[in-house]
């Protein structure tokens, strides 16, 4: 397990829950030793910087000999085409090499990369999941958000169909929920220029929650850390900044998930959303009492 | 806008697809990647005309646009696009020269790149507060320390080698 940046210091929610519901799948979690950044926002920068993180990171699970599975899209993104990048170019591949010597590691290539979507929808599969919850989310409609670089761009085999994906919203339906379309469903989180043009990420994501509450869905879900950080941490900042009063329940689907598998809040982080979240919770636990 | 021919860098188009190994030079200016960009409609971005100015040779323009850096990498434009440039690629191919010019990017990558220099890191463990005003951190979670290079100076000095240095200006 790759947990990135955001998930090991912000997001802390992200890597709570996948620690309680993936051994419960049998998906067992170890932690790559000794990695670093995937690299991703310096990419923007120095492309090489970026090539090297990814493959250091890909280089340190090769040796514990594990498939990775990174939790944010962004790292999943770096690790698939960094692999790309340097199946196709031998020359890359010698230099990046040359930069691992330093720390006596070596890429080969050999690591299979899986996104968190792959893992519970086709390895372990939307009936096992229905078997495994005690507590089902009855009477509830959520919002399926996928994030960008788990779709896009669809050459580099993303975890679903870059137009027409279905696997979260059938692994929301494994949960005993509803689930919708909505016409922003595979719109960006904004996060991507957070650095950049502050303002105008929080109005792209404060866009879509506020679509999300008018057409009446319970919430919305993701798995990704970089894209929960703008609709749940940021949720306060989006507010102001539109002098709205939006506030839309948000989760990752690990959450949810342990939820209905009987596991308390707190183990599963959610007195770490900030998003409005008792009130699904309590409808949760109103129906099973 | 008057475009003066000294101000034309006629091999910067050949420069930017040789970084980015995507033809630029296959758009045909129709729009579709404005059109698609959830970024645009609300930012100074606009991708054909940085696509465009890219084709003429109008460099110092393009790398010194605050614009560059308003796209979000969302690759909308890109499965859109009826040449098949993969534009995102395109742009960051055009952050790194600006950045090799002497552009200064937005802040916010310097932070993120001091950081992972030396850390390994974008950002230290943050303490967290929750909405009902409670403050967590990774060891009141019971979660362990995180994931660091065992050596951190043979990591730095690896991507010192890259570098990463001298664009922090460390």
């Known amino acids: ?289 | 806008m008057v475009i003066r021919s000294n101000d034309l860098d006629l091999g910067f188009v050949e420069e930017v697809s040789q970084i980015s190994g995507e033809a630029v030079k296959s758009c045909f200016q129709c729009g579709t990647c404005t059109g698609t960009c959830p970024s645009g409609r609300l930012t100074s971005l606009r991708t054909r005309m940085i696509i465009r100015k890219t084709v003429l040779g109008l460099k110092k323009e393009v790398l010194s646009s605050p614009a560059l850096w308003e796209c979000m990498i969302c690759f909308k434009c890109h499965e859109q696009c009826p040449r098949g440039v993969n534009i995102p690629t395109v742009m960051l191919a055009l952050r790194n020269l600006a950045v090799r010019e002497g552009v200064p990017p937005p802040e916010g990558y310097l932070k993120m790149a001091k950081s992972v220099f030396e850390e390994g890191a974008v950002q230290p463990p943050q303490e967290v507060v929750t909405r009902d005003f409670e403050s967590f951190s990774r060891t009141s979670l019971n979660l362990s320390s995180i994931s660091k290079p065992a050596d951190l100076a043979k990591f730095s000095r690896a991507l010192g080698e890259i570098g990463l240095r001298k664009i922090i200006g460390g």
């Open chain 1, 1 to 289: 397990m790759f947990l990135g940046c955001y998930a090991q210091t912000e997001q802390y929610a992200c890597e709570l829950s996948a620690r309680q519901v993936l051994p419960k799948l049998d998906v067992d979690l170890v932690e790559i030793r000794g990695a670093a950044c995937c690299g991703f926002p310096l990419n923007s920068i120095n492309n090489l910087t970026w090539t090297y993180l990814t493959a250091r990171n890909l280089a340190l699970c090769e040796d514990q000999h594990l498939d990775m599975l990174p939790l944010c899209n962004g790292c999943h993104l770096s690790m698939c085409e960094v692999k790309h990048a340097l199946q196709d170019s031998p020359a890359l591949k010698e230099k990046v090499n040359g930069l691992l010597a330093l720390e006596d590691l070596r890429y080969e290539g050999t690591t299979r990369v899986r996104h968190i979507i792959e893992v519970l929808h086709d390895d372990v599969g939307p009936e096992r999941i229905q078997k495994t919850i005690s507590r089902p989310l009855v009477g509830l409609k959520f919002a399926a958000h996928y994030g960008c670089h788990a779709l896009r761009p669809s050459e580099l085999g993303r975890a679903d169909d870059s137009r027409n994906p279905r696997k979260l919203e059938t692994l929301i339906g494994a949960l005993g929920a509803r689930w919708d379309m909505y016409p922003e469903r595979l719109d960006c989180c904004g996060a991507g220029i957070a650095v950049s043009a502050g303002e105008s990420s929080l109005k792209i994501a404060g866009a879509k929650l506020e679509k999300l509450r008018t057409a009446g869905f319970d919430g919305l879900v993701t798995t990704c850390p970089f894209c929960m950080r703008m609709y749940d941490a940021r949720q306060e900042a989006i507010g102001a900044l539109l002098g709205s009063t939006t506030s839309f329940p948000a989760f990752y689907y690990t959450q949810l998930l342990g939820l209905c598998m009987g596991v308390d809040r707190g183990s599963l982080g959610l007195h770490l959303n900030m998003s409005p979240v008792d009130e699904v919770i309590q409808k949760l636990e109103a129906k099973t009492a």
